[in-house]
């Protein structure tokens, strides 16, 4: 049973005893004695004697881990002494210089133009090769087909410059193609009709035009083809087989106009 102490003036304790009480405050929890307190750094060590074990060179025994000595001193992390908002006071770092040569990049895709597939996400571009058909078929509107493509390129971020750059030389191409079609094909076989046509009224005109019968000649038919090429005047010479009333054939050559305007020179 523990006796409690009266309080009183004669019951006071002197502060020699207890010197936490003489600055004002005790210290909680209080110190421990001073044979556990750590020695300072500049004690001597104190040699312990080394542990000895009973069980040591049994077989299959673990060597003991020795435990560590009283009186070291275990490293203790720093506590800062600065406010959160000193290092977003300090001024800033002076920049850094860049590197003369650039740093690799890692990461990327493996392939021979890794710069190509910056733009892999794009739509894909619509075809050029429509373009160059409608230009070879109908020339200059070709450019029709070459705008709307260019736009619809351009709206999924594609270039526009494929499209002019096929419907003109598309254009120049088939400029050149329907040049040598009309200088090799189509020149020669309008005139070819055209001189038919001019053949053709040739001989009507000399059975029906009058001119023989004026001579006392009774022509049936005329069969005629040219023997010359026309002029520069658009004359031209022809070789007519005529056909008589009366069964019999006869030659004669004419000089002809484009209109079929014929006459015969005096001694042919």
Known sequence: MT???????????????????VSGYAQYPPPPPPELQPRPASAPAVDYPAVSYPQEGAAAYPVPVPYPQPGGHLPTAAYPTAPPWAAAAQPPAAPVAPPERPLPQYGGLLVPFPDEMQHASRAQAPAVWPVAVFTLLFGILGAVSAKRRADQARRTRNSSAP????FLVSAAAGAFVWFVLAAVVIGPLVTEVRETQRLEAVQRNVVGDGQLKSARIDVS????RAVTDRDAE??????????????????LTV????????HSEPGR
């Not at 006796?3 to 009480?21: C, H, I, L, M, R």
């Not at 038919?221 to 005629?224: L, Y």
């Not at 000089?255 to 014929?262: I, K, M, N, V």
């Open 234 to 251: 658009g004359m031209r010479d022809y070789l007519c087989r005529l056909t008589l009333a009366d069964g019999r054939s006869a030659s």
């Open 3 to 21: 006796t409690q102490v009266p309080p009183g003036p004669e019951n006071a304790v002197a502060p020699q005893e207890y010197p936490q009480f």
């Open 221 to 224: 038919a005329a069969q005629c």
């Open 163 to 166: 499209y002019w750059i096929t």
């Open 255 to 262: 000089t002809a106009d484009e209109s079929g305007q014929w």
